[in-house]
């Protein structure tokens, strides 16, 4: 423990001066009645309270002064503060298909509605980073705390080419830099939401990529974007049939411990925000305890005059 202001504990040294002046006043006040009761003014002195009754009040009233006296120095101590700490990556799928029209007014608007409704969900301890993925994969935000950042980073993104879902697997590794293998059932305070309509054509292959992500202790969570039935869409001038492949989502999700949502879906949506499972982590943090320990002792004053109110009718 130190002390803001350590030359305040000096005021402690008042306690045993303020406990010899009240040790004379009582013994004053007892010589008093003991000649007013000679006197016969005083009478039913024998049925006085004893010593040690009337001694604990007193010891609870001196105890909260001294730590009164005490927290005058303004102490402080480390104390272990729990909170929720991690990063999140947020995998987009922008691959063309994800310009269609199955969800209004595109998947593409669906991924990034939920996205933004996650990102607002989260703590300012959880740093959060983008990464998009077609064909290849790439960086496009660093994990930062910065939120303003992360939602211009998703505002910017566009469809483009074909899809590589194990691709986005890996660049998301990278952008976690890259963790080392741990032990089975063991979780780095780290994880992936992907966002994708699950079409995967280009390799690696994607279950590959998951099981290379949960030995590093890093889940997948996988949302869904589009419909189950699918649509058709323009294409470089040809009509292609695309639907969501849920299969492969949830296979990814349960091969890594995680959870698989449907972005149609509003309480899969609310799900996404509450229930995407990062660590509470307890970091030691030096914290000022003046005012726990004022208001500690004036619970302690007022239960010691509490006692002698009741006793004596009077405090102390």
């Known amino acids: 423990m130190t002390f803001i202001w350590p030359k305040m504990l000096f005021s402690l040294l008042l306690l045993p001066v303020a406990l010899l002046l009240y040790w004379r006043m009582q013994r004053k006040r007892e010589k008093d009645l003991l000649r007013l009761g000679t006197l016969g003014i005083v009478s039913g002195l024998e049925k006085m309270p004893l010593r040690r009754a009337q001694a604990l009040p007193r010891i609870i009233f001196f105890g909260g002064l001294a730590i009164l006296l005490f927290s005058t120095a303004r102490p402080e101590m480390v104390v272990a503060l729990p909170r929720i700490e991690g990063t999140v990556i947020l995998a987009f799928d922008v691959s063309a298909s994800m310009a269609a029209d199955d969800f209004a007014p595109t998947r593409m608007d669906a991924a990034k ?27 496009v935000q660093s994990p930062t705390d910065d939120r303003e950042a992360i939602l ?6 566009v469809p483009q080419s074909g899809t590589s879902i194990g691709q986005g697997i890996l660049v998301s590794l990278s952008a976690l830099g890259n963790p080392e293998p741990v032990a089975g059932g063991v979780f780095a305070p780290a994880l992936i939401l992907m966002l994708t309509d699950g079409e995967n054509t280009t390799l690696p292959d994607p279950l590959e990529a998951a099981q290379f992500a949960i030995d590093r202790g890093v889940r997948i969570y996988t949302v869904g974007v589009g419909s189950a039935s699918g649509t058709e869409m323009k294409l470089e001038g040809f009509l292609v ?12 999700a349960s091969l890594t411990e995680a959870e698989y949502f449907n972005a149609e879906n509003e309480a899969d949506l609310t799900a996404i925000y509450e229930n995407v499972d990062l660590q509470f982590v307890a970091h030691p943090k030096k914290m000022e305890i003046t005012s726990l320990l004022a208001g500690l002792s004036m619970i302690v004053l007022l239960i010691g005059a509490a006692f002698s109110l009741v006793w004596f009718g009077r405090i102390v």
């Open 113 to 139: 509605r939920a996205a933004k409704g996650f990102v607002a969900g989260q703590p300012s301890t959880v740093r959060i980073g983008v990464v998009s993925f077609s064909d290849g994969g790439l960086i």
């Open 152 to 157: 211009a980073t998703i505002d910017r993104l």
């Open 241 to 252: 049939f695309t639907r969501l492949d849920e299969e492969l989502l949830q296979n990814i």
